[in-house]
């Protein structure tokens, strides 16, 4: 099916950009919603993305963009060209954009609650990122982390922004459940994930009956329920790759179970808190965290910043589709207490071979 956008629709939307999103600036992401499907360059910042003349990595190079520039997608397309082992391909201005670094996206600005609930409240991002910024001192507002599409964190409180609209006041166990270093995103820009997305599933099946497998070889990971498959999908597990003096990237093998759930996990070094801007490990948000191999911190999760699922990719976890990670966060045990932000337990078998 074929978008309608005009060039001068489609340049504005490319043009998206941090600046275009600074507290000062009069866009308004209102503009952008129910504007069609849309991609998000997903890129590290030293990279660019090419958009080719043809859905092959071998045709010309008609474009160059960067991380986070927003792009609208005209179709899809299924190709029988290089990459031969991810086909998928996007039609967008100019050309065809491959499918791998990119994150699909849309804009869905959410009602502002007058309060939230004492404790823990899970939200949602649901804008193609957002700024958050921190306020160590009254008034005076610093940036912070960039959130993204799909990433769920913790909401302790909401405040005044540096606009004067309602923010969100995030609470990240990275940074060591400091109330100093909470930070803020406007509140239109997130949605409140409900009990019911994230309540237990398969309640009737005996714990003791649920099995997960992943093949390293196949890049597959597939859950079982007393033999039946109830799931099979492609993963993405660590590279083959040990960095100089740090532990290995590869995904260990053997039996393990689930023993940790997070449904926000900030994963990487806290810092730098600028982590659109220079590429650096620094992922707050990881939605749906379920930990197997406690040693090194392996889990499943989603992911937000690749669709290369059936390569690996990874610093060892298993990155998951984000609606299939929630599926089995959801459907394996411990089952997660929704008012934590970690649940421990024995749960889940795991075989990695």
Request: charged share 20%; net charge negative; glycine share 6%.
């Amino acid at each position: 099916m074929s978008l309608q956008y005009s060039r001068r629709n489609f340049l504005k939307l490319t043009g998206l950009t941090l600046s275009s999103l600074a507290v000062t600036s009069a866009f308004n992401f209102a503009e952008l919603q129910d504007s069609g499907p849309l991609i998000r360059i997903a890129a590290d910042s030293s990279q660019t993305l090419s958009v080719y003349s043809r859905p092959d990595e071998e045709s010309t190079i008609k474009f160059q963009r960067q991380r986070d520039e927003i792009l609208p997608v005209y179709y899809e397309v299924i190709s029988d060209k290089k990459p031969l082992y991810n086909p998928k391909w996007y039609r967008v201005w100019g050309g065809f954009i491959h499918c791998s670094s990119v994150q699909p996206v849309a804009v869905k600005l959410n009602q502002v609650p007058s309060y939230l609930p004492e404790g823990l409240t899970a939200i949602e991002i649901t804008v193609p990122f957002t700024q958050s910024m921190f306020q160590h001192t009254p008034g005076v507002w610093t940036d912070s982390y960039r959130l993204y599409y799909d990433t769920v964190h913790w909401a302790v409180g909401i405040a005044e922004g540096p606009d004067g609209e309602t923010w969100y006041r995030l609470r990240d166990e990275m940074l060591k459940y400091s109330e100093n270093m909470d930070y803020y995103i406007p509140a239109k820009h997130a949605r409140i994930v409900p009990p019911s997305e994230m309540s237990p599933l398969a309640t009737d099946v005996p714990p003791d009956k649920k099995f997960i497998e992943v093949s390293l070889e196949n890049q597959e990971l597939t859950a079982y329920e007393d033999g039946k498959i109830v799931l099979n999908t492609k993963i993405s597990s660590g590279l083959n790759y040990t960095p100089p003096g740090e532990t290995t990237w590869k995904t260990p093998t053997g039996y393990f179970h689930i023993q940790s759930k997070m449904l926000s996990k900030h994963m990487g070094n806290p810092e730098p808190y600028n982590n659109y801007a220079d590429g650096a490990y620094v992922l707050p948000g990881v939605s749906w965290t379920s930990f197997f191999e406690m040693t090194n911190g392996v889990a499943f999760h989603g992911t937000h910043w690749h669709q290369d699922f059936g390569v690996r990719k990874s610093h060892g976890c298993i990155n998951m589709v984000t609606s299939e990670a929630r599926w089995l966060y959801r459907w394996a045990t411990p089952e997660a207490d929704p008012q934590l932000m970690e649940t421990n337990g024995y749960g889940t078998r795991v075989h990695v071979f």
